[in-house]
C-alpha cells in the first residue's frame, strides 16, 4: 500500500502549527511543516452610550491565512496529494454564521472582560447543581454556555434565518470545507451538551435562551464531515481532500497521545498556556463530589477525561511579555531558566488558580499583590518569580491529583506529561517530586501527534486505540524523572495548603 499522509492543523492559543504525519507500512513520522505566533488582540470601543469598553478579540484572518499556508507548504515540501486534514483549536470561543456564510462578527477572545460575569448570569437561569448533573462540565468564565448567553442578552438582533454557531475548531472546517459540524470532545467542553446522551442539552438551551436550530451537527471523533474545497485545493495544488473531525478540542488529542500503560494508574498533564490535569475513566462522574472537588467530564475517544483546567505556563508567558516592555526585547528562555535554576525553593507560593491570574494587566504586580495578601515575602528578582510560578504549579498538581482519585476511586501510580510544557526539565522534575510519583514526559507535540491518530483511525489506516499506542511508542521519545526531596517538598505542601486558604479569605 501507497504511503498515506494527513495534515494536522493545530491552533493553541499563543500559537498555530501544521504537521505531515506519514503512516508508511508499519512507520510513522510527523514532521512539522509550518510555525507561527498569535494572540489575542485588544480593542478599546465606545458603545452607544459612550461608555470605552476593553474587546478582545482573535485574529481569525490571520489564523486563516497560516492555515492557508501550511497546505502551502505541505504542496511545496512534501506532494501534491494529501489524504486528510484534521484541525484542532484551544477548547472554548466561536462565532455565528449567516445563512450566506459570512461570520457576523469579530471572533472574541476567551479572556474578553465581557464574559467577567458570566458565571452568575448562567447560574441565575439554572440551578447550578442541575447544570453539572446534565453537563458533567465546571464552571469556568469562557464556557461557551456563559459565551452564547450573553450574544443572546446583546446581540440577539445580529442572528437572521439560517444562521448557525461555529465552535473555534468548526469556523475553520467552515472556511475550508462548507463543514458545519462540531466533533463530541469539543461539544462536550461548552457546558451546553448533555454528558450522558452525547447530544445537545435542551434543558441548557431553553435556560439560555438558545434556539436549538442555531446549534452545529455534534459528529464522532474520526469522522468524514466534508472535503476541501475545489477552489482552494486548486489554489493550493492539491487534491480535495476528506476533512476529518478530530479531537478538535486539544487537550481531547492530547491524552489520546499520551504513552499510557495503564489508564487506571496514569495522571496525565497536558501541559501549556493552561494546564490539564486528569484521569481517563469509562463513564462521565457527575456525583456531587465531583462538582465540590471542580472536576470536569470532557469527552475523549472512546472515553471521559475526568480533569481539573487549571492554570499553565500562562503566568510565565504573561511575566515574560512584561519583562519584554520594560527592557525592550525578550529575554532568552535559556537565560530565564539559569535565573530560575539559581533561585532559592519554595521562599514564596502562590495560588496558579486565583482569579487575580486569569487576565491582569501586569503579571508581575498581580503576584506581588498576593503575596502581600497572603503575608509573604514576594519574589526579588526573576528568577523568583519563575521558580515561585512552576513550585506553586507542581503543588498544585498534587492538590488536583488527590481529588481526582477520591472521586474516581483509583490511585494514580505514574504521571505522563505532553504537550509543549513537558520540554519543561524543572517543571517536570519539580511534578515528580510535588506527586511523589514518577514522570514520563513526552511527547511534546501531542495535540498535533494525537490529531494524526484520530484521523488514521477514522480514515481506517490504523485499527485500535492499541494500534495508536503502538506507533506513538515508535515514534515519539520520552524522557523519565524520578522523584526527589521528599521531605522538603511534603513541608511546601503543607505550606502551599495554608497560603492558598488565606488567599482565599482574602477575597
Not at 462521565?284 to 487549571?310: D, F, H, K, Q, Y
Amino acid at each position: 500500500m501507497a504511503a498515506q499522509r494527513l495534515l494536522a492543523v493545530d491552533l493553541g492559543a499563543s500559537g498555530g502549527k501544521c504537521f505531515v504525519g506519514t503512516f508508511d507500512r508499519d512507520r510513522f513520522t510527523i514532521d512539522e511543516i509550518h510555525r507561527f505566533a498569535h494572540e489575542g488582540v485588544d480593542f478599546y470601543i465606545k458603545d452607544r452610550n459612550g461608555t470605552i469598553t476593553q474587546r478582545t478579540f482573535w485574529d481569525h484572518t490571520f489564523l486563516y491565512h497560516n492555515v492557508i499556508q501550511g497546505l502551502h507548504a505541505f504542496r511545496r515540501d512534501v506532494g501534491d496529494r494529501l489524504d486528510g486534514i484534521g484541525i484542532d483549536t484551544w477548547g472554548a470561543d466561536g462565532q455565528f454564521v449567516t445563512a450566506d456564510g459570512d461570520l457576523v462578527g469579530k471572533v472574541y477572545c476567551y479572556r474578553d472582560h465581557r464574559l467577567d460575569t458570566m458565571i452568575d448570569a448562567v447560574q441565575q437561569r439554572i440551578d447550578p447543581a442541575r447544570v453539572y448533573e446534565l453537563t458533567g462540565i465546571h464552571f469556568q468564565p469562557f464556557n461557551v454556555s456563559g459565551q452564547l448567553l450573553w450574544f443572546m442578552d446583546h446581540r440577539a438582533d445580529r442572528l437572521t434565518e439560517g444562521c448557525r454557531f461555529l465552535p473555534m475548531p468548526s469556523i475553520f472546517y467552515h472556511d475550508l470545507g462548507g463543514v458545519h459540524a462540531v466533533d463530541s470532545t469539543f461539544a462536550s467542553v461548552t457546558q451546553l451538551m448533555d454528558a450522558h446522551t452525547g447530544e445537545w442539552s435542551p434543558e441548557m438551551l431553553e435556560a439560555l435562551g438558545i434556539p436549538p436550530a442555531v446549534m452545529p451537527e455534534i459528529v464522532a471523533p474520526g469522522a468524514v464531515v466534508g472535503r476541501l474545497l475545489e477552489p482552494i485545493a486548486a489554489a493550493v495544488g492539491l487534491n480535495a481532500c476528506p476533512l476529518v473531525a478530530v479531537g478538535s478540542h486539544d487537550t481531547a488529542s492530547a491524552f489520546a497521545a499520551a504513552p499510557v500503560r495503564n489508564a487506571d494508574e496514569a495522571l496525565i498533564i497536558s501541559s501549556g498556556t493552561w494546564s490539564l490535569v486528569g484521569k481517563l475513566v469509562p463513564e462521565p462522574i457527575t456525583t456531587a463530589a465531583a462538582r465540590a472537588a471542580s472536576l470536569s467530564n470532557e469527552g475523549g475517544i472512546g472515553n471521559i477525561r475526568l480533569l481539573r483546567n487549571c492554570m499553565g505556563t500562562w503566568l510565565v508567558q504573561e511575566l515574560r511579555r512584561g519583562w519584554a516592555r520594560a527592557d525592550g526585547r525578550e529575554t532568552d528562555w535559556d537565560e530565564l531558566n539559569r535565573l530560575t535554576a539559581a533561585a532559592p525553593a519554595f521562599r514564596t507560593l502562590i495560588d496558579p488558580d486565583c482569579a487575580d491570574f486569569y487576565n491582569p494587566p501586569d503579571m508581575q504586580a498581580a503576584i506581588d499583590a498576593f503575596c502581600r495578601q497572603t503575608g509573604q515575602p514576594g519574589p526579588e528578582s526573576r528568577g523568583m518569580y519563575l521558580r515561585t510560578v512552576y513550585e506553586s504549579l507542581a503543588l498544585s498538581y498534587r492538590e488536583i491529583d488527590a481529588m481526582l482519585c477520591r472521586v474516581a476511586g483509583r490511585q494514580s501510580k505514574v504521571v505522563n506529561i505532553v504537550g509543549g510544557g513537558c520540554k519543561n526539565e524543572m517543571l517536570n522534575q519539580f511534578t515528580a517530586n510535588a506527586t511523589g510519583m514518577p514522570v514520563v514526559a513526552g511527547p511534546d507535540e501531542a495535540t498535533a501527534a494525537g490529531n494524526l491518530m484520530v484521523q488514521a483511525l477514522g480514515l481506517g489506516i490504523l485499527g485500535s486505540m492499541g494500534d495508536v499506542q503502538d506507533y506513538i511508542g515508535q515514534a515519539f521519545p520520552v524522557k523519565r524523572y524520578t522523584p526527589q526531596d521528599p521531605v522538603a517538598w511534603q513541608e511546601a505542601a503543607d505550606r502551599f495548603r495554608r497560603v492558598r486558604d488565606r488567599g482565599s479569605a482574602a477575597k
